[in-house]
């Protein structure tokens, strides 16, 4: 078993072969690294959705950003627009 150096950076190699560890020590001791050029971090699922923000419902975000002070006009529901279907339904 591989012991967990501080600020170690596992190589893509290793981190293949040796995923179930990198899992567990995220786990227990913290953040793993892997690779150099293109380097990536395992971390627990609960941390990283701990700081990440979360997102609002669109209906949330709607309501709390329309705009405000602003007059804005609603159309009159009574159009004599024709209503696509309708004759097909029978009606």
Do not use: H
């Not at 950003?65 to 529901?77: A, H, S, Y």
Request: proline share 11%; hydrophobic share 35%; net charge positive.
């Amino acid at each position: 078993m591989v012991t967990s150096q501080p600020n170690r950076i596992w190589t893509v190699a290793e981190a293949k072969a040796k995923l179930s560890e990198i899992l567990r020590l995220a786990e227990t001791v913290g953040p793993q690294r892997i690779g150099r050029r293109r380097p990536f971090v395992v971390v627990p699922a609960a941390e990283w959705e701990s700081k990440v923000n979360p997102r609002k419902p669109l209906g949330q975000w709607l309501v709390e950003n329309m705009p405000r002070g602003t007059n804005l006009e609603v159309p009159d529901r009574k159009s004599n627009r024709p209503i696509p279907f309708l004759d097909e339904m029978g009606e």
